[in-house]
């Protein structure tokens, strides 16, 4: 093998270990996400400050997490029951999400919903 050869093998094999390494996430273009509301079904334990993230910080969120599937998200994570909610672009889709604090959340894209887990959020939750 020359030298030539081999030194493109391997920016190859670099540059296909960096796509792969990079969470799902990472590859769809998130845009325009903004913040709507905060909803909560126990608003004495679980209040807006519990989930007070901006339009960038909820980017930032979706940009971090990793998608999980639903019986990862229920077996393995607190769901708490309030969430801030709103909508964004995904590759130019149309989307709404929610965030709940835990750092977990969810995107739904016309009839399909994905679920995300962020393990390197806990500062945007100011924890």
Same mark, same amino acid.
């Given at each position: 093998?020359?030298?030539?050869?081999?030194?493109?093998?391997?920016?190859?094999?670099?540059?296909?270990?960096?796509?792969?390494?990079? #969470?799902?996430?990472?590859?769809?273009?998130?845009?325009?996400?903004?913040?709507?509301? %905060?909803?909560?079904?126990? #608003?004495?334990?679980?209040? #807006?400050?519990?989930?007070?993230?901006?339009?960038?910080?909820?980017?930032?969120? %979706?940009?971090?997490?990793?998608?999980?599937?639903?019986?990862?998200?229920?077996?393995?994570?607190?769901?708490? #029951?309030?969430?801030?909610?709103?909508?964004?672009?995904?590759?130019?889709?149309?989307?709404?999400?929610?965030?709940?604090?835990?750092?977990?959340?969810?995107?739904?894209?016309?009839?399909?919903?994905?679920?995300?887990?962020?393990?390197?959020?806990?500062?945007? %939750?100011?924890?």
């Amino acid at each position: 093998m020359t030298v030539a050869t081999w030194a493109g093998a391997l920016a190859a094999a670099v540059l296909l270990a960096a796509c792969t390494a990079a #969470p799902e996430s990472a590859r769809d273009a998130i845009t325009d996400v903004y913040v709507s509301d %905060f909803r909560s079904a126990a #608003p004495a334990s679980c209040r #807006p400050s519990d989930v007070a993230l901006t339009h960038a910080q909820a980017r930032s969120f %979706f940009l971090r997490a990793g998608r999980v599937d639903y019986k990862t998200l229920q077996d393995n994570y607190e769901i708490a #029951p309030c969430n801030i909610e709103g909508t964004l672009k995904r590759n130019g889709e149309a989307c709404e999400w929610k965030i709940r604090p835990g750092a977990t959340g969810s995107v739904r894209c016309g009839s399909k919903t994905d679920y995300f887990v962020c393990e390197t959020c806990k500062d945007l %939750f100011g924890r």
